[in-house]
């Protein structure tokens, strides 16, 4: 089977650019398509391309021009839902091929995709079922087709979410990610503070924590799915002298003998790499011996959700943690030398006090680099429960995590002016 998987361009809108032509708040990532390179390192059987549109906004009419797809895949995150939509039309227009989604906005709100051009949305981690999809597809079984996870669309009429928790063997770990399929694109995947190139690694996948924002757990169902330390080695390894690694799981140190073995392993492989993760801060102040031999194997910066300043703002997003956990968890990753990646919420709620609370909070305490977002209901989230009568855009589009889609306390301009206020005199002396 031809079979194209596609990563979408670099998309989504800003609210503070198109109304107040605030520009700073407006943010390009880049990195590989892992999710993409997953899939396919379980389809090499098949003639498979990856296409990145954020590499090469181009890239799909190039490729269309000389190959007909019998099945394309999709992904995307939610403000991406939509542009998902628009090349699902395109290429069912191109040549017809089976169309399947999958993703993170796919496994919380499939009903999204339950359009015309699209035949199939995966829910979950998805890597053995688009391959056994691709296998019945291929012996030309296109109906009454069962797959954990796998829902086929139907236009007009209601479709559930499957009660589907991903487990252990959909992460197929004896198949690697494919990663010579987006080698024409490796310059595209820099880490820009650095000007190094970056490889994305997964290690492991999911959480069990329940924070009320947060849309991994609809990825495996609130598991936490580790792969095998030798797997997890060797994907590192495909990647050759890639100097700096993004292990990209949601938590990487969320069970910690497994994270013990997996630093002394990279030790003992002699690899000699950089590497960026995300841990909670409340592991950080259990274990920081733990954190002294990552920091000797070659963790440079780690990724924490500090989320927001106070206790009762944490419990109010379930995120069972401590404001004193996270002051603590800095002081000891500043002694360690590890550089601090925090990310940060604001609510549309805030005014003029809570910025300036933040403000200080972020004087206060040496944070290499932080993150702030707008608190978004997610579609799927419990956070989207809790708010869905108070949202006053739902154009998905919007759903970057840097607009406010209920309704600003402040003057909605007011708002933005100070979000780019605090970001910009946070950034002063940001380094990674
Ligand atoms: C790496 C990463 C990126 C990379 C993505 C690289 C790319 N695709 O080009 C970069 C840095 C570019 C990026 C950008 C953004 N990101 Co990001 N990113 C991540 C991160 C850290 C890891 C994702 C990943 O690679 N996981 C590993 C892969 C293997 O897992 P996976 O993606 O879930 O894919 C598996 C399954 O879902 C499934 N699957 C996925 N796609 C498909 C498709 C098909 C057809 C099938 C069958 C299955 C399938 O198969 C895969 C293998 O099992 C996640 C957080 C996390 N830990 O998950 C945030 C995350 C996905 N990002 C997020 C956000 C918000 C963004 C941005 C909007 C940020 C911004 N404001 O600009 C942008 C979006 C791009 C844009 N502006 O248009 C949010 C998404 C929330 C949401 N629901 O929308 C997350 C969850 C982080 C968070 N804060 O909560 N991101
Ligand atoms: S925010 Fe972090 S700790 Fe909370 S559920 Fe999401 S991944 Fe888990």
């Not at 503070?193 to 991994?216: D, E």
């Not at 990487?252 to 013990?260: H, S």
């Not at 959700?305 to 968890?329: C, H, P, Q, V």
């Not at 419990?382 to 306390?409: F, G």
Request: aromatic share 6%; charged share 20%; hydrophobic share 40%.
């Amino acid at each position: 089977m031809n079979i194209l998987l596609i990563n979408p361009p670099n998309c989504g809108r800003s609210i503070p650019e198109e109304r107040y032509g605030i520009v700073s708040l407006k943010q390009i990532f880049r990195g590989e398509p892992l999710a993409l390179e997953e899939l396919a390192g379980n389809l090499l059987q098949h003639n498979v391309h990856i296409v990145d549109l954020k590499a090469n906004p181009a890239g799909l009419d190039e490729i269309l021009s000389g190959l007909r797809p019998d099945i394309v895949g999709i992904t995307g995150v939610t403000c991406e839902a939509n542009s998902m939509l628009k090349i699902a039309s395109q290429v069912k227009k191109h040549c017809a091929p089976i169309v399947v989604v999958g993703g993170i906005q796919a496994s919380n709100d499939p009903g999204f995709f339950n359009h015309q051009d699209v035949d199939f949305i995966v829910v979950g981690l998805g890597k053995k079922t688009f391959a056994d999809l691709a296998a019945l597809l291929e012996a030309g079984q296109y109906h009454d087709i069962i797959l954990p996870g796998l829902i086929p669309t139907r236009p007009g009429q209601v479709i559930q979410r499957p009660l589907f928790c991903s487990s252990v063997g959909d992460l197929v770990e004896d198949k690697p990610p494919a990663y010579e399929l987006v080698k024409k694109y490796r310059s595209h995947y820099v880490l820009e503070k650095l000007g190094v190139n970056m490889g994305f690694v997964a290690s492991a996948c999911g959480c069990t924590h329940r924070c009320s924002f947060c849309c991994i757990t609809g990825q495996t169902g609130g598991k936490y799915l580790t792969k095998s330390i030798d797997a997890v080695v060797r994907d590192i390894k495909l990647l050759g002298d890639i100097p700096v690694i993004r292990l990209v799981d949601a938590n990487t140190f969320g069970d910690i003998e497994r994270a013990k073995n997996l630093c002394r392993a990279l030790v003992r492989s002699e690899l000699k790499k950089q590497y960026l993760a995300d841990i909670r801060s409340d592991t950080v102040v259990r274990h920081p011996e733990m954190l002294r031999e990552w920091k000797e194997a070659g963790l440079r910066a780690v990724i924490i959700g500090f989320e927001e300043t106070s206790d009762e703002s944490l419990s109010a997003m379930n995120k069972a943690n401590k404001s004193s956990i996270n002051t603590e968890a800095i002081s000891i990753l500043n002694d360690l030398g590890i550089t601090i990646v925090g990310d940060f919420i604001i609510s549309p709620d805030y005014d003029e006090g809570d910025f300036e609370r933040l403000g200080i909070y972020l004087d206060q305490n040496r944070i290499d680099l932080p993150m702030i977002t707008v608190m978004t209901p997610l579609p799927g989230t419990p956070l989207y429960q809790q708010q869905k009568n108070r949202i006053v855009n739902h154009n998905l589009d919007y759903y970057t995590l840097t607009n406010a889609v209920t309704k600003t306390r402040l003057n909605e301009k007011l708002f933005y002016t100070l979000y780019a206020e605090l970001i910009s005199s946070s950034h002063k002396n940001a380094r990674i």
